[in-house]
């Protein structure tokens, strides 16, 4: 995409009557040169792996949007999903597998994540993830941060995991900009980026802010915020700014005239209020959370989702009539005060609702074992009587963290046409005895249990000693 800011036109003939002594023209005087910048300067090079056709017979089918299908057929063709249904009939050259006993599902979506930025292992020279020259750093993408090396992909591969969204960490009132990405091998960051996906923008409220650049003693550049007062105070200052940065851009295209200067950090923000880049945003508390959604309508924004969100339970009618997913823990609470109400009933309290809820790791560990975090929050909320069908249940996992990214035209659910990412289970995959057979992305075989010698390793582990790797 690019933005073209001033066109013009005449500057050949205007050029002529000056050439031929007529002067210059008073209209082309008027006009000013072609001013454009590309919005998308690091597209994605992201290339499905080569595919086959594959038709899965007699498997327990959940399609990721609430429908359970038994003795199901799923058919991909061409990377997407071709049909889906009963008694399939297998096109010519196609591999058909036979899942009887098993279970199939849409690849699972993690929205919050920072691997490639926080990789393994965990040492300060792999530390990407948080900028803290400053409390507003919206001109830093994660990106530029991500390691692609990162044995986590791997890993999280082996745990179903398709695509996930990598984000910058919450020590900043307004971090950076996150990136979405296939969960596929490749020698670059912008090999794995999903393609076309919108840009999203990192944002944190309550206590990490202010300890950070306050009560942890200042020492880090901007001393302020050192309140949940001044939080809110940096995140309507950069607003303001960005309002005003959007208004002097759009007159200009509207009326030509000298260029605004470029600045980075306000053209993230103002790519949120035009609505192209979606926010995310770490919030604990139910009423901090109460607060961004004002303050979002104050500035004609909208949060995509509110992360971490362990108080969303208290709000969830706020949260469903506003349309802002949560995205959250299964069952973290406690390590800090604006932890300390979180509930394991969340999540299905939150879907019970009408609100969006997800499934969310934050951890490089947990992303391996996501299907897992689902299950003990569906067992969570039978234990009070809310009994949501696992087919359900499983849209915290796919289709939900597919809308928050902006991704869920193309991905999410195993709908004709979408994209054919695919896991079958080894059974129920709300067991814990259940584990990832095989992983398909866009059509591809990306993970098979059965043949650990094909597993993908990066470069990195290459010729490192793996306890339990077969390299």
């Not at 989702?305 to 995205?327: Q, R």
Request: charged share 25%; hydrophobic share 35%.
């Amino acid at each position: 995409m690019r933005i073209s800011h001033r066109l013009v036109a005449g500057v050949a003939a205007a050029f002529m009557l000056s050439a031929c002594g007529g002067g210059k023209d008073e209209a082309a005087e008027k006009k000013e040169a072609e001013i454009t910048f590309d919005k998308n300067p690091y597209p994605s090079t992201y290339s499905p792996y080569p595919n086959a056709p594959v038709l899965i017979t007699n498997a327990t089918i959940l399609d990721g949007e609430g429908a359970r299908i038994e003795n199901g057929s799923l058919l991909l063709e061409d990377g997407k999903i071709s049909a889906i249904g009963s008694d399939l009939e297998a096109p010519e050259g196609a591999m058909t597998i036979d899942a009887s006993g098993r279970w199939v599902t849409p690849g699972i979506i993690d929205n919050h994540s920072h691997l490639g930025v926080y990789p393994s292992p965990g040492v300060s020279a792999h530390g990407d993830g948080n900028e803290i020259s400053a409390p507003v750093t919206a001109e830093v993408w994660s990106e530029h941060g991500v390691w692609p090396q990162d044995p986590g992909f791997t890993r999280a591969l082996a745990g179903g995991i398709t695509s996930l969204q990598i984000l910058p960490g919450s020590a900043n009132l307004i971090g950076g900009r996150g990136v979405i990405v296939k969960n596929v091998p490749s020698r670059t960051v912008q090999g794995m980026k999903f393609p076309n996906a919108p840009y999203t923008l990192k944002m944190a409220c309550g206590e990490n802010p202010k300890r950070v650049y306050g009560y942890g003693g200042g020492r880090f550049p901007g001393g302020a915020p050192y309140s949940r007062m001044g939080n809110m105070a940096g995140y309507r200052s950069a607003w303001i700014r960005a309002t005003e940065y959007k208004r002097k851009w759009d007159k200009y295209e509207k009326e030509g005239g000298e260029p605004p200067a470029r600045d980075l950090e306000l053209d993230t923000l103002a790519g949120v209020l035009n609505g192209d880049i979606l926010v995310h945003m770490h919030c604990y508390r139910a009423d901090e959370m109460a607060q961004i959604m004002d303050m979002s309508k104050e500035f004609g924004y909208k949060v995509a989702s509110f992360h971490h969100a362990v108080e969303s339970y208290k709000i969830a009618d706020k949260l469903a009539e506003y349309g802002a997913c949560s995205s959250m823990w299964a069952d973290w609470w406690g390590f800090k005060m604006e932890a300390y109400d979180g509930i394991r009933e969340n999540i299905p309290l939150v879907h019970k609702a009408g609100a969006c809820a997800i499934v969310h790791s934050d951890s490089d560990v947990g992303i391996q074992r996501l299907n897992q975090e689902a299950a003990k929050a569906w067992s969570d909320g039978r234990k009070i009587g809310i009994d949501i069908p696992e087919e359900e249940a499983w849209t915290w996992l796919s289709i939900n963290p597919a809308k928050s990214l902006g991704i869920d035209d193309r991905t999410g659910s195993l709908k004709p046409g979408k994209m054919a990412d695919v896991v079958i289970w080894s059974g129920d995959p709300f067991s814990v005895y259940t584990k990832a057979d095989q992983v398909f992305i866009d059509g591809a075989l990306m993970y098979d249990r059965s043949t650990p010698e094909s597993d993908p390793v990066t470069d990195f582990e290459i010729g490192q000693p793996g306890e339990g790797d077969r390299k």
